[in-house]
T-cell receptor
Framework: GENVEQHPSTLSVQEGDSAVIKCTYS??????FPWYKQELGKGPQLIID?????GEKKDQRIAVTLNKTAKHFSLHITETQPEDSAVYFC????????????FGAGTTVTVRA | DTEVTQTPKHLVMGMTNKKSLKCEQH?????MYWYKQKAKKPPELMFV???????INESVPSRFSPECPNSSLLNLHLHALQPEDSALYLC?????????????FGSGTRLTVV
């Protein structure tokens, strides 16, 4: 099955700096890669997703890049703000319609004011 | 409407109780999911419904019984749970097939079994 590794497990950044979270996946058939932000006591919130036919996608301060050859994808948050503090999960789903999302272990991001 | 709505938000139940969790979405998604999430861990898939039919059961104990009455609703019936079943239960929905675009989670039901 798909195995997703996520690094780092914790990340502390100064407000205004950038944050980068990296994930690797094992199954070359994976074709959908969402990122979720989870605040304490809440469900995961989809913040951005990317398909395997796209190399990069951006939404305001958030961007995701995908390298299919290397089987890794990254989340970039620019101009971080205290409200960006949360746990971030990457995920991958393999082509074939089995609907399963394989999650990374999560990254706890703390933005220092 | 881009939300998945779950009720109740919190639930405390005894080990002999029967209760149900409810989930609703109006995004036209035809795939719906139940996940279980323990503290500081990623969500774990329990069940998948595709076009109102159960397509995946991840070897979940029979004390958890899912139901999909229509394309917008998903229920999880609980009976004779154990304290270790205490967790955040998440519902999600997505477009079906291979796209999975917009795979969206609800805010969850925090379940405590006493």
């Amino acid at each position: 099955g798909e195995n997703v590794e996520q690094h780092p497990s914790t990340l502390s950044v100064q407000e205004g700096d950038s944050a980068v979270i990296k994930c690797t996946y094992s199954d070359s058939a994976s074709n959908y890669f969402p990122w979720y932000k989870q605040e304490l006591g809440k469900g995961p919130q989809l913040i951005i997703d990317i398909r395997s036919n796209v190399g990069e996608k951006k939404d305001q301060r958030i961007a995701v890049t995908l390298n299919k050859t290397a089987k890794h994808f990254s989340l970039h948050i620019t101009e971080t703000q205290p409200e960006d503090s949360a746990v971030y999960f990457c995920a991958a789903s393999r082509k074939g319609g089995d609907y399963k999302l394989s999650f990374g272990a999560g990254t706890t991001v703390t933005v220092r004011a | 409407d881009t939300e998945v709505t779950q009720t109740p938000k919190h639930l405390v139940m005894g080990m002999t109780n029967k209760k149900s969790l409810k989930c609703e979405q109006h995004m036209g998604h035809r795939a719906m999911y139940w996940y279980k999430q323990k503290a500081k861990k990623p969500p774990e898939l329990m069940f998948v419904y595709s076009y109102e039919k159960l397509s995946i059961n991840e070897s979940v104990p029979s004390r958890f019984s899912p139901e999909c009455p229509n394309s917008s609703l998903l229920n999880l019936h609980l009976h004779a749970l154990q304290p270790e079943d205490s967790a955040l239960y998440l519902c999600a929905s997505s477009q079906p097939g291979t796209s999975l675009l917009g795979y969206t989670f609800g805010s969850g039901t925090r379940l405590t079994v006493v």
